[in-house]
């Protein structure tokens, strides 16, 4: 059975018999469900007053129904035979993406929701992609499709030179040898997702860049310069913090919205506000002093073209 | 469509036109806001799913309220912090939200007391969908991306959780912990 929790503080606690006590009833309550469904599927097909439509749509609301009192029912026979379940408990019939936490505070009740992830620049917040899986999974499974959704965006770039991923920074969540390779083949650095607790070193040696070029193979792909940006920019709780709060502000904080697409729709709103507060931001150049050294060497745009020619006038 | 009869449009005033521009500032908040947008591209990607996904059946009927107008609200909306009530009232009244939603210029009418029905909103709302999501935040990147705003050069990930039951801290739980701190201390 799954504990919620971090185990590095205290025990978590599972009151095995109430969860089996809790899903037997459940099993008993739900027994109904099945000869229900079947008279009502009976009762809808010959339904020849309706109209195919209104079957349609009923047919439809009623799959829906009996699938996820098939996915309770198949969650509670695994509990009450002590059975770990695949994935973590489903709390909510209808919407299975409202789930337990894996990733929840040390010491602290489960945490239930959704856990979207972001992948966002590091010195001024711009948010690229938005990742809103359904369930909790790893972390690490959302980096494959946030930089997917990067790609696409690049591809939408009409400029000479095509901007491109040089590397990509997380938590020790991230840290996972299947996911460094898959990068590695995109040609993205990891430099930037630490393999333990100890922090990584801002400024790099000369050895120690080429050792992280071989590692990665990445020799004619990326450049020392690369990398010593990749190092620099590594990964920062504050920064991801100021961002995550930024969002949080803009209603990310609560899912008002109904359903799996509801929550997409509402973090994705809040994404783009965010984005259009973060674009004024830049515009009038109200930036950390991290973010103006990183847009320097980046050579992105540092100031407006008007602000220039007055100063210069 | 039982709605398009309430709906009420800023076109139908009978009073002077206003010309919003005029009476918001360039240094305004929400006017730098929402110039940020590539609007044209949005609405259009927008406009090409729901006539992929909903084509219209008939030609009859009122218009409907313009996508421009609808999908900035939805942003105002997070930006602003308010409910669909308030974002609509403020459409009503306020010049600001009115450049944002790209109304140029106004018909006064007293009388009036919606543009745009909440009810409209969420209709609205309820159309968008996940591939759509993804499509307005490629667009918006790759719009700054174009211009040297950003660059996805070194790039972040993390998750981070939402809906109830969230353990974040906020101000409410630390004034709470703080009372009960004192409360303890101060026993003998």
Redesign the interface.
């Known amino acids: 059975m799954r504990c919620f929790g971090r185990q590095c503080r205290g025990i978590g606690h599972v009151f095995v018999t109430l969860v089996r006590r809790t899903e037997t009833h459940l099993l008993e309550m739900g027994e109904q469900v099945l000869p229900l469904a079947r008279a009502a599927q009976a009762y809808l097909h010959g339904a020849t007053h309706l109209s195919a439509e209104q079957r349609a749509h009923l047919t439809t609301r009623l799959t829906a129904a009996l699938e996820a009192h098939h996915r309770i029912a198949h969650q509670s026979r695994r509990l009450t035979q002590g059975k770990t379940l695949s994935h973590c408990k489903i709390v909510n019939a209808y919407d299975p993406s409202i789930a337990p936490i894996c990733k929840g505070k040390s010491n602290c009740p489960a945490q239930f929701g959704r856990k979207p992830g972001i992948i966002a620049e590091p010195a001024a917040g711009f948010i690229f992609a938005l990742h809103l899986p359904v369930g909790n999974p790893s972390d690490a499974s959302y980096v494959q499709p946030l930089v997917d959704d990067v790609e696409q965006a690049i591809t939408r770039v009409r400029t000479r030179h095509t901007p491109a991923i040089h590397s990509l920074a997380g938590d020790l969540a991230l840290n996972d040898a299947a996911l460094r390779e898959a990068l590695h083949a995109r040609g993205i650095l990891t430099v930037g997702i630490p393999k333990t607790i100890d922090p990584l070193a801002p400024s790099p040696t000369p050895e120690d860049v080429s050792r992280i070029l071989d590692e990665a193979d990445l020799h004619g792909i990326r450049t020392p310069t690369q990398v010593h940006l990749a190092c620099a920019c590594g990964y920062s709780r504050p920064v991801v913090e100021s961002i995550i709060a930024s969002l949080l502000c803009r209603g990310a904080w609560s899912l008002t919205y109904k359903g799996h697409r509801g929550a997409i729709v509402q973090m994705g709103m809040a994404v783009l506000a965010h984005n259009a507060a973060t674009l004024v931001r830049i515009h009038e150049y109200r930036l950390s002093k991290r973010a103006r050294m990183f847009r320097r060497r980046l050579r992105l745009r540092c100031r407006k073209v008007n602000q220039d020619n007055a100063s210069i006038n | 469509m039982h709605l398009l009869r309430y709906l009420q449009h800023w076109l139908s005033g009978r009073g002077p036109c206003l010309q919003v521009a005029d009476f918001v500032p360039e240094t305004h908040?929400i006017r730098?806001?929402?110039d940020?947008?590539p609007w044209a591209a949005l609405v259009a990607a927008v406009e090409r799913s729901f006539a992929q996904r909903f084509p219209k059946l008939t030609t009859r009927g009122r218009p409907p309220v313009s996508t421009r107008v609808l999908l900035a609200l939805?942003?105002?909306?997070?930006?602003l912090?308010c409910s669909d009530e308030q974002i609509c009232h403020r459409l009503r009244t306020d010049l600001a939200v009115m450049y944002a939603c790209g109304l140029t210029e106004v018909q006064v009418d007293g009388s009036q007391a919606h543009f745009v029905l909440p009810e409209v909103l969420a209709q609205f709302?309820r159309r968008?969908?996940?591939p759509l999501?993804?499509e307005?935040?490629?667009?918006?990147?790759?719009t700054?991306?174009?211009?040297?705003?950003?660059?996805?050069?070194?790039?972040?990930?993390?998750?981070?959780?939402?809906?109830?039951?969230?353990?974040?801290v906020n101000d409410a739980a630390t004034l709470y912990k703080a009372q009960k701190k004192s409360s303890r201390s101060s026993r003998p």
Do not use: C, N, Y
């Open positions: 908040p730098q806001w929402a940020t947008f939805e942003l105002l909306k997070h930006e912090a709302r968008l969908d996940e999501m993804a307005l935040l490629a667009i918006q990147a790759a700054a991306m174009e211009d040297s705003l950003v660059s996805p050069a070194h790039l972040v990930v993390d998750t981070f959780p939402s809906e109830q039951g969230s353990q974040r």
